[in-house]
C-alpha cells in the first residue's frame, strides 16, 4: 500500500495515470470495454475517456447506490458512453455473442460465488481475441490460490494467458502495486 490517497492524488488517477494503465495492457480507442465490478468507477471513467465518444464502457456491478454515483461522475466529466449494468447474484448478462474487446476484472474475483460460471459469461461475451485482464487481488488470502493456480483455472475456461505485468494501480482508493494477468480469448 501506498499510503492514503488525496483527492489530488485521486483527480490524477481519473485524469492521467488512469489513462495511461489502461492504453498500457492494451485498451484502444473505440473499442467496447466491460468493467465487472465497477464500483464508484476508478476503472470505468478513465476507461471511458480512453475509448472516447466511439467506444462503450459497460459498467457492472451489483450496487444500484454505486451505479448511480458513477453516473454522476460520468455527468459531470460529461462523459456519455458508459452504460450501466446492475446485476443481482445471476452472472447472465443481457449483451450480446462476441460484443466485448476488453473485459477488466479487478479485485472482483475472489467475491463471486461461481468463478467458472463468471468465466463463461466472459467468454460468451468476449470476441474473437477480446481481452481479459485480470487483477485478483486477493487470491492468496482469500481464494487460497497462488498466481499460477488462478492462471491455470482461467486457461481451463478457454482463455490463453498472454503476459503478467507488475503495474501500479489503483486500490480501494489508495495507489498499490500488484500484477495484471491478461488473456486473450481463444
Known amino acids: 500500500k501506498c499510503g492514503n490517497m488525496t483527492s489530488s492524488d485521486m483527480d490524477k488517477w481519473m485524469t492521467y495515470q488512469g489513462i495511461d494503465f489502461l492504453k498500457d495492457i492494451g485498451m484502444k480507442s473505440g473499442q467496447v470495454v466491460l468493467d465487472f465490478g465497477c464500483k464508484h ?6 476507461a471511458a475517456m480512453v475509448v472516447g465518444e466511439h467506444g462503450t464502457v ?27 449494468i446492475a446485476v443481482k447474484d445471476q452472472i447472465k448478462l443481457l449483451l450480446p455473442n462476441e460484443s466485448v474487446d476488453m ?3 479487478y479485485d472482483v474475483l475472489h467475491l463471486v ?14 470476441k ?13 488470502k482469500d481464494m487460497n490460490m497462488d498466481l499460477d493456480e488462478v492462471k491455470e483455472e482461467i486457461e481451463t475456461m478457454g482463455f490463453r494467458f498472454e503476459k503478467k505485468c507488475f503495474k501500479t494501480l489503483m486500490h480501494d482508493d489508495h ?8 488473456f486473450r480469448k481463444s
Open 175 to 182: 495507489l498499490e502495486q500488484g500484477y495484471i494477468l491478461n
Open 128 to 140: 474473437p481475441l477480446g481481452i481479459l485482464s485480470v487483477y485478483p487481488k486477493h487470491h492468496e
Open 41 to 46: 468507477g476508478t476503472y470505468a471513467i478513465p
Open 113 to 126: 460465488e461461481s468463478r467458472e460460471r463468471l468465466l463463461a459469461e466472459l467468454y460468451r461475451v468476449s
Open 103 to 105: 473485459i477488466l476484472l
Open 58 to 84: 459497460y459498467a457492472v456491478d451489483k450496487s444500484k447506490d454505486v451505479l448511480d454515483e458513477l453516473a454522476n461522475k460520468a455527468g459531470e466529466k460529461e462523459l456519455k458512453n458508459i452504460e450501466r
